[in-house]
């Protein structure tokens, strides 16, 4: 099943990249032909491969080599010598293929005059198939209906499968869904059927992709993330103490003296930070760097939330009799302490937030304090002399 779902993928990213215009676009290029628009109903005559993609594309003629199409509603009435490949929100098709046909959607449909010479393999919601396959048949869906003559062996994975008055399968029938269905006689005598049955997590995974929600993560996958995220998280207090012992213990510090000035000078430090983004942007120049400067949002949160950890979880071990500046490994010990503590705070509903929010801005205003500090020289000591009223007894008439 995994092959469907590269095939919407890969589809939905040529629909988000196709261009959008009023008027279609037709171009030849290494005997290929691609068209392009919003709206396309084109008529062509291809000696070579075909390539559509709009958001309304109805394609008519011959194509002697492959043909592409992609697109929000895609009509396939083309004669195709080839392959053919489409996808879309509905795929529709009408014309016969040479060889075999790939198709993916919400809803995919094979009408009675259409026909495909060889394979076909198709994924969508709502899988009605009316026009017959001479060679194998593959299906996955939510809901397929099979309404066609099928020479080959067949493959059908769906929740609810149901055959019209024309489907005759020549070769093997092989399905799979929730519960044994009958298969009549006239479809395939029962020698030639299969039933395999499916859970309800294996359809999860069979439709994944084809418009089913993504799942909870199992505890398993939640207990390796949070590790990864501990190690992640001392490693990177173990590079910062190792490095700059004397300016973390600084920032740890000036959050313990003033704590209230430091959450404001966190607020007015995430403020400069996210106001500069659409400040950046406006200058059009610099619209290329907008992605580096949320890059930057991303690792200031990042430090910042480490240090107003680490700076709480200093002021209550030295509350608790510890040393000011003890060894750099009872240091992580602290640390790692503290992040364990905050993420099992994030079980608690507003208030996990609040608390992790709350570090922060900690952490944010401490760099921000340090930052003013360096931007903002210290006033000169004649000029505050200056500055002072002179005494009485110096003042003379």
């Known amino acids: 099943m995994r092959h469907n779902f590269l095939l919407v993928v890969s589809a939905m990213a040529a629909l988000a990249a196709a261009p959008v215009v009023s008027e279609p676009r037709l171009s030849e290029h290494g005997g290929d032909t691609f068209v392009a628009g919003e709206t396309v109903t084109q008529t062509l005559d291809a000696s070579g491969d075909v390539f559509v993609a709009g958001r309304s594309t109805t394609v008519l003629g011959h194509a002697e080599g492959d043909f592409h199409a992609s697109g929000f509603d895609v009509v396939t009435d083309i004669d195709v010598d080839e392959d053919a490949y489409a996808a879309g929100a509905t795929v529709t098709l009408k014309s016969t293929i040479g060889k075999d046909l790939s198709a993916a959607g919400f809803t995919v449909r094979t009408e009675a005059m259409s026909r495909v010479a060889g394979n076909a393999r198709l994924a969508g919601a709502t899988v009605v198939v009316d026009g017959p396959v001479d060679g194998a048949l593959s299906v ?31 070769g093997r029938l092989t399905y799979t869904t929730e519960a044994r269905i009958d298969v009549p006689a006239r479809v395939a005598p029962a020698a030639r059927v299969a039933f395999e049955p499916l859970t309800r997590d294996g359809l999860r995974g069979a439709w994944e992709g084809i418009g089913d929600m993504p799942g909870f993560p199992t505890f398993a996958s939640v207990f390796f993330g949070f590790v990864v995220t501990l ?167």
């Not at 149901?162 to 020549?170: D, T, Y």
Request: aromatic content about 8%.
């Open 140 to 170: 996955t869906g939510r809901d397929v209906l099979l309404n066609a003559p099928v020479a080959g062996d067949t493959r059908i994975v769906a929740r609810s499968l149901r055959f019209g008055p024309e489907a005759v399968v020549s």
């Open 231 to 397: 190690l992640f998280f001392v490693l990177l207090g173990a590079i910062t103490l190792g490095f700059a012992p004397k300016q973390v213990s600084w920032l740890r510090k000036s959050i313990g003296s003033a704590p209230g000035r430091t959450l404001l000078q966190g607020v007015v430090g995430l403020s400069i930070l996210f106001g500069a983004i659409p400040v950046i942007g406006l200058t059009i120049i610099g619209l290329p760097f907008v992605p580096i400067a949320l890059l930057g949002i991303v690792a200031v949160w990042t430090l910042a939330y480490a240090l107003g950890a680490y700076a709480v979880a200093m002021r209550l071990w030295t509350g608790l009799g510890g040393e000011m500046d003890p060894a750099i490994l009872t240091r992580l010990m602290v640390f790692a302490t503290a992040i364990i503590c905050v993420a099992l705070m994030n079980f608690i509903p507003f208030v996990g937030w609040v608390a992790n929010y709350t570090l922060v801005l900690l952490g944010v205003g401490a760099m921000t304090h340090a930052v003013f500090l360096a931007l903002i020289p210290d006033i000169d000591p004649a000029l505050d002399a200056d500055m002072r009223p002179a005494d009485r007894d110096d003042v003379t008439t």
